[in-house]
T-cell receptor
């Protein structure tokens, strides 16, 4: 158990819909990261937050947005869903940003039909 | 931005032999290079990391080497065992941690 909690574990929805993925980081970790893992596409960096502020952005689509709340949990919002958005979405947290171990959650598997 | 290339995408080695996975990165400002192992259906977990002021680091059967001039780093696994079968990801970090596309390692009996 990494200490990072992601909900829901599985989500099936239709094209055009909107979903919210939630992540609770390890106790004491201020940095939260979101990654997308598609088949054979590795771990694509989406966005990073540090203590409530956006710190770095990757290849995150405009249809996607995220935020980190004062209690440090984070949400990733995916809207106008397309078939190609089907993937495993990982949240990770770390004590220090960028140069420390990432602790990954179990992931949220999104299937868009 | 940073780009990390990882080779090979698939690697099969006989149990007991060594495995080597290589990565290159593009951003010379990157200073942290972790390696993660992802077993089937599981989350990625850190197995070893190296920082830019070090050329080599070893932890039991696992070692990582870094060549900052050439901007490449490698993972070496010696005396491979069945439990080493997994997908391995390299990463490079300056202001964000960017992963390679992964290497699927098969250990053959």
């Amino acid at each position: 158990d990494s200490g990072v909690t992601q909900t829901p574990k599985h989500l099936i929805t239709a094209t055009g819909q909107r979903v919210t993925l939630r992540c609770s980081p390890r106790s004491g970790d201020l940095s939260v990261y979101w990654y997308q893992q598609s088949l054979d596409q590795g771990l694509q960096f989406l966005i990073q937050y540090y203590n409530g502020e956006e710190r770095a952005k990757g290849n995150i689509l405009e249809r996607f947005s995220a935020q980190q709340f004062p209690d440090l949990h984070s949400e990733l919002n995916l809207s106008s869903l397309e078939l190609g958005d089907s993937a495993l979405y990982f949240c990770a947290s770390s004590v220090v940003p960028d140069t420390g171990e990432l602790f990954f959650g179990e992931g949220s598997r999104l299937t868009v039909l | 931005g940073e780009n990390v290339e990882q080779h090979p995408s698939t690697l099969s080695v006989q149990e007991g032999d060594s495995a080597v996975i290589k990565c290159t990165y593009s951003d010379s400002a990157s200073n942290y290079f972790p390696w993660y192992k992802q077993e089937l259906g599981k989350r990625p977990q850190l197995i070893i990391d190296i920082r830019s002021n070090v050329g080599e680091k070893k932890d039991q059967r696992i070692a990582v080497t870094l060549n900052k001039t050439a901007k490449h780093f490698s993972l070496h696994i010696t005396e491979t065992q069945p439990e080493d079968s997994a997908v391995y990801f390299c990463a490079a970090s300056d202001d964000k941690i960017i992963f390679g596309k992964g290497t699927r390692l098969h250990i053959l009996p």
